[in-house]
Each structure stands twice: as C-alpha cells, then as structure tokens.
Nanobody, 125 residues
Framework: QVQLIESGGGLVQAGGSLRLSCTNS????????MGWFRQAPGKEREFVAG????????LYEDSVKGRFTISRDNTKNTVYLQMNSLKPDDTAVYYC??????????????????WGQGTQVTVSS
C-alpha cells in the first residue's frame, strides 16, 4: 500500500511562492508516475502537473505553465510542486497521487491509484 503524505501548503499573498512536498516510505515509490491535482470549493478535481517515473517526462495544466514546476527526488522518495507567481485562482486543496508503475506521465484522475490527504493552499489578493 502506497501512503502519500503532503506538506507545504499555507496562506500566501498573490505573487508569492510555495513548495509542496509529497513523501512516501515505500521502497517502490521511485517506480510510480506521480501527479498533483487540486480541487477548489464547488469545483471538480483537476490535473495540475504530472511526472513520469524516470522524471524526464513532464506535463502541466495550461493555467500553471511557466509558474509551477514538478520534480522528484527518488533518493528521498519525494515529489515536489514548486509554485511561483501564485494567483487567487490557485486557491484549492492540492493532492498528490501515484499512478501506474514504470509509466510515463499520466493526466487522468482514473489513472492514479493512490492519493494523499490533501494540503490547503490559499492565495489572498
């Protein structure tokens, strides 16, 4: 069972930055495609960014391109989401997710099998 633990959320002013982290102690963590999703109040969960298991295959939702960066450190069993130039529209609960093993980047929520508990990101105007 892959248990994902997110951290790094919080309250930030528009234009500021946050870095989210997602860790897992399972020794197979490095073999999973990983992703970040978010869900704002009253809205469906949406894809934010994804990374393949090797780390070189990346995908971003259009509204975060150029502002957010996903990365992973398989030696630390951790995936990151660096968020810069934050906007009030980025306010949401952010979820880390693990998809298929040995896979390139995945986009659809149905392709992800394990989810973290979520971390709140609030951007004030």
């Amino acid at each position: 069972q892959v248990q994902l633990i997110e951290s790094g959320g919080g309250l930030v002013q528009a234009g500021g930055s946050l870095r989210l982290s997602c860790t897992n102690s399972d020794r197979t963590f490095s073999t999973y495609a990983m992703g970040w999703f978010r869900q704002a109040p009253g809205k469906e969960r949406e894809f934010v960014a994804g990374i393949g298991w090797r780390g070189g295959n990346l995908l971003y939702e259009d509204s975060v391109k150029g502002r957010f960066t996903i990365s992973r450190d398989n030696t630390k069993n951790t995936v990151y989401l660096q968020m810069n130039s934050l906007k009030p529209d980025d306010t949401a609960v952010y979820y880390c997710a693990a998809g298929r093993r040995w896979s390139l980047v995945l986009r659809e929520p149905s392709e992800y099998h394990y989810w973290g508990q979520g971390t709140q990101v609030t951007v004030s105007s």
